[in-house]
């Protein structure tokens, strides 16, 4: 699988974008990019995924450059209860779909 | 979004006693579940995949002796730890896929303390 790089932390002010960074320079033609979050003490909770064009849904968008090295998360606009670990993840489905998580990144929204 | 829920949300055992975690998807068949566990201010570590009516599938490293997982039914997985030691004092947590690959839902997760 491939890996994903992640910055561990970044802040982010109340009602601003967040974007969120993610590294995947080793990801193949087949392979997903799905991203969760996880709030302090509760199960991983689904965001959003992609697989080459950018995707948007009721909680964010996905931007995934056009070499597929890179994507980045964006939240339009946010709340304090955004605060969590962002997790990206590349996914292979003929490996079975596992998803192994990384590091993450820990996102704190302020005041 | 669909539901998974856990049971029980916090256990505490002593050691050398045994402890079954249940993982139900309440409004869709799980084809396929994943349990996880999580040390405090570190990430998901995946355990075993489990389908239904089969051996589950465990990662390198995790113990299938100790781990025992059971996927009776499309709705149901469960994972009993085993002479529980103080080291496996951890927070785990269970997926639930659906047919479709990328519909994969999570559990609240269950807080063992091993004492």
């Known amino acids: 699988d491939a890996k994903t790089t992640q910055p561990p932390s970044m802040d982010c002010a109340e009602g601003r974008a967040a974007n969120l960074p993610c590294n995947h320079s080793?990801?193949?033609?087949?392979?997903?990019v799905y991203w969760y979050r996880q709030i302090h003490s509760q199960g991983p909770q689904y965001i959003i995924h992609?697989?080459?064009n950018n995707e948007t849904n009721e909680m964010a968008s996905l931007i995934i450059t056009e070499d597929r090295k890179s994507s980045t998360l964006i939240l339009p606009h946010a709340t304090l209860r955004d605060t969590a670990v962002y997790y990206c993840?590349?996914?292979?489905?003929?490996?079975?779909?596992?998803?192994?998580f990384g590091q993450g990144t820990e996102l704190s929204v302020k005041p | 979004g669909a539901v998974v829920s856990q049971h029980p949300s916090r256990v505490i055992c002593k050691s050398g006693t045994s402890v079954k975690i249940e993982c139900r998807s309440l409004?869709?068949?799980?084809?396929?579940m994943f349990w996880y566990r999580q040390f405090p201010k570190k990430s998901l570590m995946l355990m075993a995949t489990?389908?239904?009516?089969?051996?589950?599938?465990?990662e390198q490293g995790v113990e299938k002796d100790k781990f025992l997982i059971n996927h009776a039914s499309l709705t149901l997985s469960t994972l009993t730890v085993t002479s529980a030691h103080p080291e496996d004092s951890s927070f785990y947590i269970c997926?639930?896929?659906?047919?479709?690959?990328?519909?994969?839902?999570f559990g609240p997760g269950t807080r063992l303390t091993v004492t």
């Open positions: 992609g697989l080459k």
């Open positions: 489990s389908n239904e009516g089969s051996k589950a599938t465990y």
């Open positions: 409004d869709f068949q799980a084809t396929t």
């Open positions: 080793t990801i193949s033609g087949n392979e997903y």
């Open positions: 993840i590349v996914l292979t489905y003929n490996q079975g779909g596992k998803l192994i």
């Open positions: 997926s639930a896929r659906t047919g479709m690959l990328y519909e994969q839902y």
